[in-house]
């Protein structure tokens, strides 16, 4: 088992900068790659972000190039997503997403079901 726990929303004025963190404990060492997902009320969860575990490399919603930069920190078992110029359509709730059943090279990283671990969910609310 892998636990995810995010933290890092909260607040901002568009154009403003917040940077979440997801914290995993557990069987980290399966973990191939982690990603960050959003929701916002009455819509679908999105993908906005990923990286593979080891080799760092990483992809990108179109909507967020540019703007977002996903990183992690392996010796603390922590990623970041690390939010600039943000907007009001960027207010969601944030999910960290862990996956230990694909490498990264057979990984959709945009696809939900790609991955098997999520955390609680950190909101994000950007106002105009």
């Known amino acids: 088992q892998v636990q995810l726990v995010e933290s890092g929303g909260g607040l901002v004025q568009a154009g403003g900068s917040l940077r979440l963190s997801c914290a995993a404990s557990?069987?980290?060492?399966?973990?191939?790659?982690m990603g960050w997902f959003r929701q916002a009320p009455g819509k679908e969860r999105d993908f906005v972000a990923a990286?593979?575990?080891?080799?760092?490399?990483?992809y990108y919603a179109d909507s967020v190039k540019g703007r977002f930069t996903i990183s992690r920190d392996n010796a603390k078992n922590t990623v970041y997503l690390q939010m600039n110029s943000l907007k009001p359509d960027d207010t969601a709730v944030y999910y960290c997403?862990?996956?230990?059943?694909?490498?990264?090279?057979?990984?959709?990283?945009?696809?939900?079901?790609?991955?098997?671990?999520w955390g609680q969910g950190t909101q994000v609310t950007v106002s105009s």
């Open positions: 557990g069987r980290t060492f399966s973990v191939y790659a």
């Open positions: 990286i593979s575990w080891s080799g760092g490399r990483t």
């Open positions: 997403a862990a996956d230990s059943l694909r490498p990264w090279r057979t990984l959709v990283p945009g696809v939900i079901s790609e991955y098997n671990y």
